[in-house]
Nanobody
Framework: QVQLVESGGGSVEPGGSVTLSCVVS????????MGWFRQVPGKEREGVAG???????SYSESVKGRFTLSQDKAKNTLYLQMNDLKPEDTGVYYC??????????????????????????WGQGTQVIVSS
């Protein structure tokens, strides 16, 4: 059984930084992609960062240059380092894994055709609030 457990959310002032972590367990050996989505109240769920099965990173335009996705495969952990945070970054952040080579990257790039709920595995979400 695949499990994703996020941590690291909280409140931060504009311009501040937060690092989110996602510990993944139960994955099989087949190729998979991973990434981070966020949900802002009143808006659709948005893919903000992804890594495909080959290790290629992708970022949405709204976070490019400020957010960095990384992996520690030895610890089965995915990270999202978020710098220069803005109030519009406020939301619930979800760690996501899909049994595909690069499906998550399609959402991050804004070209996916299906509902993101079709992605295979979601974490429980962690809240990030950016406010002064």
């Amino acid at each position: 059984q695949v499990q994703l457990v996020e941590s690291g959310g909280g409140s931060v002032e504009p311009g501040g930084s937060v690092t989110l972590s996602c510990v993944v367990s139960g994955l099989s050996a087949k190729p998979y992609c991973m990434g981070w989505f966020r949900q802002v109240p009143g808006k659709e769920r948005e893919g903000v960062a992804g890594v495909d099965a080959g290790g290629t990173l992708s970022y949405s335009e709204s976070v490019k240059g400020r957010f960095t996705l990384s992996q520690d495969k030895a610890k089965n952990t995915l990270y999202l380092q978020m710098n220069d945070l803005k109030p519009e970054d406020t939301g619930v952040y979800y760690c996501v894994v899909d049994d595909s080579y690069a499906e998550i990257s399609l959402y991050v790039m804004g070209v996916a055709l299906s509902d993101p709920n079709s992605l295979d595995y979601w974490g429980q979400g962690t809240q990030v609030i950016v406010s002064s």
